[in-house]
């Protein structure tokens, strides 16, 4: 098999993003009016487009400060870095990373709104660790999430972990093998696998470069499990 089907983390990650998740209530939100409006009972069309509405101030006050401090931080020039705000979501886009945060209504509880910051399109592992990028996005991140190109058997990801030899990484999983979750001793990250991606999930939030620390130690604990063991590699 050449390097073009098992090689470098260019070929093998095709993506990864940073995500972090907060909700909050409707009625509590800056611009609700408790004399004029009510909380959504069904998360429609309608009651979206009632939220964004709210929540867009919000978002054009939260963008523009990060706009402005990547800016300095960063050196951008103006051609360098974009803000767009619209239908709840705000969308800081630049020539290194995109950054986005929206607003959406849980389904099962439309009173209640979910706010998803994701982090994507990274140009580089070196960007998530750069202390002045760190500092000036804070910690907005729970979750890092990896999809792989190519598939892997859960089956034989749990056997080269139970086969390790004075490993400190343990795994659980159901008995239909659909995913595990290894830790590793003395971090607090859960890694859940499946056949087609990783998920790194962090009790609290932090800095991407928290993550991408997490994710060299654990790649670091598997380099001897053949079957994932080109997947991990992050360069």
């Given at each position: 098999?050449?390097?073009?089907?098992?090689?470098?983390?260019?070929?093998?990650?095709?993506?990864?993003?940073?995500?972090?998740?907060?909700?909050?209530?409707?009625?509590?939100?800056?611009?609700?009016?408790?004399?004029?409006?009510?909380?959504?009972r069904f998360a429609s069309d309608r009651a979206q487009q009632f939220?964004?509405?709210?929540?867009?101030?919000?978002?054009?006050?939260?963008?523009?400060?990060?706009?402005?401090?990547?800016?300095?931080?960063?050196?951008?020039?103006?051609?360098?870095?974009?803000?767009?705000?619209?239908?709840?979501?705000?969308?800081?886009?630049?020539?290194?990373?995109?950054?986005?945060?929206?607003?959406?209504?849980?389904e099962d509880s439309p009173e209640y709104y979910a706010i998803e910051?994701?982090?994507?399109?990274?140009?580089?592992?070196?960007?998530?660790?750069?202390?002045?990028?760190?500092?000036?996005?804070?910690?907005?991140?729970?979750?890092?999430?990896?999809?792989?190109?190519?598939?892997?058997?859960?089956?034989?990801?749990?056997?080269?972990?139970?086969?390790?030899?004075?490993?400190?990484?343990?795994?659980?999983?159901?008995?239909?093998?659909?995913?595990?979750?290894?830790?590793i001793e003395g971090l607090d990250a859960v890694f859940r696998f499946?056949?087609?991606?990783?998920?790194?999930?962090?009790?609290?939030?932090?800095?991407?470069?928290?993550?991408?620390?997490?994710?060299?130690?654990?790649?670091?604990?598997?380099?001897?499990?053949?079957?994932?063991?080109?997947?991990?590699?992050?360069?």
């Amino acid at each position: 098999m050449d390097s073009s089907e098992n090689g470098s983390s260019k070929n093998l990650i095709q993506c990864l993003t940073l995500v972090g998740l907060q909700e909050g209530l409707v009625k509590r939100m800056d611009g609700f009016d408790k004399s004029r409006h009510t909380a959504p009972r069904f998360a429609s069309d309608r009651a979206q487009q009632f939220l964004a509405r709210l929540a867009n101030p919000e978002l054009s006050e939260w963008g523009e400060e990060l706009f402005a401090a990547f800016r300095e931080a960063m050196k951008y020039r103006r051609k360098d870095i974009s803000l767009v705000v619209e239908n709840g979501t705000a969308r800081i886009e630049s020539k290194d990373f995109v950054l986005e945060r929206r607003y959406s209504l849980q389904e099962d509880s439309p009173e209640y709104y979910a706010i998803e910051t994701e982090l994507m399109n990274a140009s580089s592992a070196d960007l998530l660790e750069l202390e002045a990028f760190n500092q000036t996005i804070g910690p907005l991140f729970e979750r890092l999430r990896c999809v792989f190109k190519r598939e892997v058997l859960v089956e034989d990801l749990v056997d080269g972990i139970e086969d390790a030899e004075g490993g400190e990484v343990t795994v659980t999983y159901p008995s239909t093998c659909e995913y595990c979750d290894a830790r590793i001793e003395g971090l607090d990250a859960v890694f859940r696998f499946d056949s087609a991606t990783l998920e790194i999930r962090y009790p609290s939030f932090g800095m991407p470069r928290q993550l991408i620390d997490a994710y060299r130690v654990m790649a670091k604990e598997l380099a001897s499990v053949e079957v994932v063991k080109d997947l991990l590699f992050l360069e």
